[in-house]
């Protein structure tokens, strides 16, 4: 019993190895799931490899628009302050304009349109006879909350697992949207990104003075569920089947009525070859172009004529292609963007690709470096101590800190990259300075003939690491807690190896060269 109370910290040391051990390596941990959000699995082990040791795809970039704030709405709704802004705006609709009420008397308008500057919102504004404070580029924090949840959202519907999206603040105060989607191209993410996804249904139908008129009778919000793309049957396109909402089904069965797309025995759409000589249609359009046109069956408008299709509000929206309808089911799940990510030959976004194979020669270079820092630190101690008993358990005691962090990295599923790597050879330096420190003053003032001495000296120089451990991770911590892309995994695993140190392997350590040099 008085062997395990000595060395109780030696024994938890063991213990918190082997379970470390175990999230690395036991195929029951769920590091190799490749849903999880986070990246490529490392094979033999439980561990994720982020995109710089997996290969893939990121894009970094600030969203398009430019915001008002401190806006006086004089009462007006945000819809008809919507309008009103946008008519003052040349290349600018309705739908690039956001009304955000901060208050019941104001709040933001932004214009999430590219060639929009400051000062020609501020003009837009002054022209629709609404005040302001100010006008900047760039949208608000709510539409870059909003636009991450879009993109997260596509991504998972588009099926690229792993995907991860978030935002970022450089230490300037520029915010960006960092998007990473592993083993993907390029072009795939960056046209999956920067498409708006507004999708609605449109009637074509003509007036009682034989012009066409074209109004909107569905967008995403009226729709209940959205299907998986179909390819169609045999002479049929491919489709996306959806169900109305309830409350929505029976306002748009009278619209069908009304405008002749339900008519007795059906309609048949000619909008592609003659626009101007068409029987009523159904327009699917997506960020502002026609992509389908298509008319009704006999059966179902009987249905609506009726009022019998309300009851079962169920139709199918057709495109000309299955990747057609892929986009269509993506945007109608997912959502429309609110502003576009800047990402242009002109933007102040950029985008990268890293091929696998170079993903796969980033992580051989991060393994033959974290030897070659090993052995290098062997070789330091060993030269500077010339003692087995003092030099081995240094070693093996700050790579047992690396060990530790690597299991909860595969624990939790979090992704390596390159930052978080040399997290790891930090942890390693900075423990086996500890180790020295604690080493250096055990042994400096000669011999250690009781335990009582040994543990005076082992206090002080415990003193002088929690002191360095603290100061660490204050000057870390602004970095961890921050959005700062990379330095973010390298603070993060800095700190907790500090903690592990403090905590666990620094006084395993003082409990094993106790029991060596007091024999």
Do not use: H
């Amino acid at each position: 019993m008085g062997t395990i109370r000595d060395n109780w910290r030696v024994i938890l040391l063991a213990l918190v190895l082997c379970a470390s051990l175990f999230a690395l390596f036991s195929p029951t941990v769920g590091g190799n799931d490749t849903d999880t959000p986070g990246l490529a699995s490392a094979g033999v082990t439980n561990l994720q490899y982020g995109l710089q040791l997996s290969g893939g795809t990121r894009i970094r970039a600030p969203l398009v628009g430019v915001t008002a704030e401190g806006v006086e709405f004089g009462g007006t709704e945000p819809p008809q302050i919507e309008r009103d802004v946008a008519a003052s705006l040349e290349n600018a609709t309705v739908a690039d304009v956001i009304v955000r009420e901060e208050s019941q008397t104001g709040g933001t308008v932004e214009v999430t349109t590219d060639g929009v500057t400051p000062a020609q919102l501020g003009t837009a504004l002054d022209a629709a006879g609404y005040s302001y404070e100010t006008t900047r580029g760039g949208v608000t924090e709510a539409t870059r909350s909003q636009t991450v949840d879009v993109l997260s959202n596509k991504i998972n519907e588009a099926g690229l697992s792993g995907g991860t999206v978030q935002q970022i603040t450089t230490p300037t105060g520029e915010n960006f949207v960092l998007v990473e989607v592993p083993d993907e191209n390029r072009q795939e993410v960056v046209d999956l990104v920067n498409e708006r996804g507004s999708v609605r249904v449109d009637a074509y139908y003509a007036t009682d003075d034989g012009a066409y008129e074209q109004t909107t009778v569905l967008e995403r919000d009226d729709f209940q569920s959205i299907g998986t793309a179909e390819q169609g049957g045999e002479g049929q396109q491919p489709r996306v089947p959806v169900v109305v909402r309830e409350d929505v089904a029976p306002t748009f069965q009278e619209e069908m009525i009304r405008t002749g797309v339900a008519q007795s025995g059906g309609s048949q759409c000619r909008y592609g070859m003659s626009p101007n000589n068409t029987d009523p249609c159904l327009l699917l359009v997506v960020d502002g172009e026609v992509v389908n046109s298509f008319g009704m069956s006999p059966g179902l408008a009987g249905g609506m004529q009726s009022g019998d299709w309300a009851q079962d509000p169920r139709f199918v929206l057709q495109t000309q292609n299955f990747s057609g309808a892929q986009d269509v089911a993506i945007n109608l799940r997912a959502g429309a963007l609110p502003a576009a990510l800047d990402i242009g030959p002109d933007g102040a976004g950029t985008s990268s690709y890293i091929a696998p194979g170079q993903g796969q020669r980033f992580r051989t270079d991060s393994l033959i470096t974290g030897v070659i820092a090993v052995f290098a630190v062997a070789g330091v101690v060993f030269l500077r101590y010339g003692e087995v008993e003092v030099a081995v358990p240094m070693i093996v005691t700050a790579l047992s800190e690396v060990v530790i962090l690597l299991g909860f990295a595969a624990g939790i599923g979090y992704p390596l990259d390159l930052s978080v790597i040399a997290g790891f050879i930090a942890v390693i330096g900075t423990g086996v300075d500890d180790l020295i420190i604690i080493a250096d003053e055990v042994m400096a003032q000669g011999d250690v003939n009781s335990r009582r001495v040994f543990q005076s000296r082992f206090r002080k120089a415990f003193w002088v690491i929690g002191a360095a451990a603290a100061t660490t991770i204050i000057a870390m911590s602004p970095l961890a807690v921050l959005s700062l892309g990379d330095l973010q995994g390298f603070a993060i695993f800095t700190i907790l190896g500090v903690i592990v140190g403090v905590l666990l392997t620094r006084p395993a350590y003082g409990d094993i060269l106790r029991a060596l040099l007091t024999r």
